[in-house]
């Protein structure tokens, strides 16, 4: 009974590794959504860190940025969330998701702040938009912990946004102008980070090998010239179907 067992199994070993090497079935095909996203991200936070780090811009500069900002850090990134659910990662789903609808938010209310209907703050002190930091702070956290069963890419962009989040939330409920610099300047290399590692991916799908590591448990996948993805995947019980990114 033993033998008979063990063969099945060595059978549908065989079988298995034949259909891997020679077959590629798209049931859902879909780009990664974490390009998109990560280059949203990116590029929302690093124009509103570098003002926040006061590389540019005067009191009326967060009128000229929010549009952009919620357009792509905003819709864009939210959007990518939402693609993210389609491709089961429930990690990139929690980041665009959670911080596409906080720029989302900081264009509203910057849009409010521009019509007039509100009025900011002048005295340094934000408590509300610091409890907000601080919210996103922790989420962040929560996802950056979750982000080390992916790769070290990920985890590095979300545990310095997480970092820089918290900087700022200190600065907007103390009056902090030195904590909110900070944030701002952690925030830009969050944002850098973000950058490459969207090239990275970016790159990986257009040219169907790793050229930029992103530091992925996986060595088959993290090494230059190496395949990033496989043809089939048994594992899941649905052929042709990938789990995350």
Same mark, same amino acid.
């Given at each position: 009974?033993?033998?008979?067992?063990?063969?099945?199994?060595?059978?549908?070993?065989?079988?298995?590794?034949?259909?891997? %090497?020679?077959?590629?079935?798209?049931?859902?095909?879909?780009?990664?959504?974490?390009?998109?996203?990560?280059?949203?991200?990116?590029?929302?936070?690093?124009?509103?860190?570098?003002?926040?780090?006061?590389?540019?811009?005067?009191?009326?500069?967060?009128?000229?940025?929010?549009?952009?900002?919620?357009?792509?850090?905003?819709?864009?990134?939210?959007?990518?969330?939402?693609?993210?659910?389609?491709?089961? %990662?429930?990690?990139?789903?929690?980041?665009?998701?959670?911080?596409?609808?906080?720029? #989302?938010?900081?264009?509203?209310?910057?849009?409010?702040?521009?019509?007039? %209907?509100?009025?900011?703050?002048?005295?340094?002190?934000?408590?509300?938009?610091?409890?907000?930091?601080?919210?996103?702070?922790?989420?962040?956290?929560?996802?950056?912990?979750?982000?080390?069963?992916?790769?070290?890419?990920?985890?590095?962009?979300?545990?310095?946004?997480?970092?820089?989040?918290?900087?700022?939330?200190?600065?907007?409920?103390?009056?902090?102008?030195?904590?909110?610099?900070?944030?701002?300047?952690?925030?830009?290399?969050?944002?850098?980070?973000?950058?490459?590692?969207?090239?990275?991916?970016?790159?990986?799908?257009?040219?169907?090998?790793?050229?930029?590591? #992103?530091?992925?448990? %996986?060595?088959?996948?993290?090494?230059?010239?190496?395949?990033?993805?496989?043809?089939?995947?048994?594992?899941?019980?649905?052929?042709?179907?990938?789990?995350?990114?």
């Amino acid at each position: 009974m033993t033998s008979r067992v063990q063969a099945t199994h060595n059978g549908a070993a065989t079988e298995a590794g034949s259909w891997r %090497d020679s077959t590629r079935i798209f049931l859902q095909p879909i780009a990664a959504p974490s390009i998109l996203g990560l280059f949203g991200f990116a590029g929302a936070t690093f124009m509103v860190a570098a003002h926040q780090a006061e590389w540019f811009g005067n009191a009326q500069t967060p009128i000229f940025l929010f549009p952009f900002a919620a357009m792509f850090g905003g819709l864009a990134q939210f959007l990518a969330g939402m693609w993210a659910y389609k491709a089961r %990662d429930g990690v990139a789903t929690a980041a665009h998701g959670t911080w596409g609808a906080f720029w #989302l938010g900081y264009g509203i209310l910057n849009l409010l702040v521009a019509t007039g %209907d509100i009025t900011l703050p002048t005295n340094g002190k934000f408590v509300e938009l610091g409890y907000w930091f601080l919210v996103l702070a922790a989420i962040t956290t929560s996802i950056a912990i979750a982000s080390l069963g992916e790769s070290l890419g990920i985890f590095a962009v979300l545990s310095t946004l997480a970092v820089g989040s918290a900087f700022t939330a200190i600065g907007f409920l103390t009056t902090g102008t030195t904590w909110e610099q900070v944030g701002g300047w952690v925030l830009i290399g969050s944002a850098c980070l973000a950058w490459y590692v969207a090239t990275a991916m970016l790159i990986a799908g257009s040219w169907g090998r790793t050229v930029l590591p #992103l530091g992925k448990f %996986d060595k088959r996948t993290n090494v230059p010239g190496m395949q990033p993805t496989y043809p089939i995947q048994f594992e899941l019980g649905e052929p042709g179907v990938k789990q995350g990114q």
